[in-house]
């Protein structure tokens, strides 16, 4: 959390993800509410665990709690990414777009319509037309015996969706989430698709045109990472992080159009219009002070943007430079050999003002990085890990 506030964070939304079991797995995070540390707001959906067993989840759920269950700081949002297994389209542009099985249509009715019922806001993972066209068919089956108005549900994704699409979403009371998965995986879309079709990948430009409630995130961190900057340069700039230039600039957003999506947009997906997004009496005090001007820097300087001073409900929750002095008590790294205690979080900011350079070659001297404490002479990076793999990842 505190790595996150560092890059400006004050609340994200949780779409659950695999083997996360409610309530179980969320007693770590749950016991940090109750203690009063944490340092974001949390809204968390619930996804399905079990394959063929995705109704019962739900209906266990709906007995134990309900959306809005909870307070300001860590609240239940309703229900997904995962609805049923067999409506998951995954996202692996390597990889043709999947068939999804006929089984979909019955399944995914049977769940939407038990949250409809009981009026449960959902989100549905959801990355192509030829997806969504079959999900939009199951909602409006739906709609016509449940209203979905007014329920706050949400595709998430959306990279080749439709206009026609887009129109049914917004009959029927929808929004999307969108994500930068295309900054990392751009280069490989356009080489199964082409480059005509990633002009439009995701049509954000045309959901804002029909004012369909738009929110922005990372999906960090299986497809993207959990820098917001890289996210909104991707959205100004219409680059991948490789540097390919994916959109016309017709498509690209302006760094206000941008940052609202983060900020105003996506209060309407944890249902916080009322609370969050914007600075102005009865909104929640939680504000950041950047590094730099993001409506001046130079396009590429957005990438390396973070927060000097973040507020969360007007108590500082990280803080550097000149508002140091207000910082809270640094945290302990586990585990304590973590080349994350040396350098720091994303993109290593404190390398740079590490008292010591350090080598990368096949061959180095990292006496930060040892499991069993400080080792001066040179070894080779995969013993390390003890793996024969030269990689590392947190």
Wanted: proline fraction near 7%; aromatic fraction near 12%.
């Amino acid at each position: 959390m505190r790595e996150l506030n560092r890059l400006g964070l004050t609340s994200v939304c949780d779409a659950g993800g695999g083997f996360q079991n409610y309530p179980d797995d969320y007693a770590v995070i749950s016991e940090l509410h109750q203690r009063g540390e944490l340092s974001l707001r949390i809204a968390y959906n619930l996804f399905t665990q079990n394959k063929g067993g995705e109704k019962a989840d739900f209906q266990r759920w709906i007995g134990m709690t309900r959306p809005g269950s909870g307070d300001d700081y860590y609240k239940v949002n309703g229900a997904g990414e995962m609805l049923v297994f067999s409506a998951a389209d995954f996202e692996d542009f390597l990889e043709p777009r999947p068939d999804l099985p006929t089984s979909l249509e019955p399944e995914l009715k049977e769940v939407v319509t038990l949250l409809a019922q009981n009026r449960w806001p959902f989100r549905l993972h959801a990355t192509y037309e030829e997806s969504i066209n079959r999900f939009l068919n199951v909602f409006e089956e739906v709609n016509r015996e449940v209203p979905l108005q007014g329920l706050h549900w949400f595709f998430d994704h959306c990279e080749t969706i439709s206009d026609r699409s887009l129109e049914r979403v917004k009959a029927l009371g929808g929004g999307i989430a969108i994500q930068h998965r295309m900054a990392f995986q751009g280069e490989y879309f356009v080489n199964r698709y082409g480059a005509a079709t990633a002009a439009r990948t995701p049509p954000v430009r045309r959901m804002l045109e029909m004012g369909l409630p738009v929110g922005a995130g990372t999906d960090a961190t299986r497809v993207a990472n959990y820098n917001p900057w890289n996210s909104l340069y991707w959205l100004v700039a219409g680059k991948t992080v490789g540097g390919l230039s994916l959109y016309p600039e017709k498509n690209c957003l302006s760094r206000e159009e941008a940052l609202r999506l983060y900020t105003q947009g996506s209060a309407w997906f944890s249902r916080d219009e009322e609370v969050k997004g914007v600075i102005k009496p009865g909104q929640l005090a939680d504000l950041i002070v950047l590094s730099d001007d993001y409506f001046s820097v130079p396009e590429e300087k957005i990438k390396s943007l973070h927060s000097v001073l973040t507020l969360l409900g007007g108590k500082p929750v990280w803080a550097e430079a000149e508002f140091k002095d207000h910082a809270p008590p640094e945290l302990p790294v586990t585990p304590d050999w973590s080349p994350v205690a040396k350098f720091g979080g994303y993109g290593a900011p404190h390398f740079l003002r590490s008292e010591r350079s350090v080598s990368f070659s096949p061959w180095a001297s990292p006496k930060v990085m040892r499991r069993s404490g400080v080792q001066a002479e040179p070894v080779p990076l995969s013993q390390l890990w003890g793996s024969g793999c030269d990689c590392f990842a947190f």
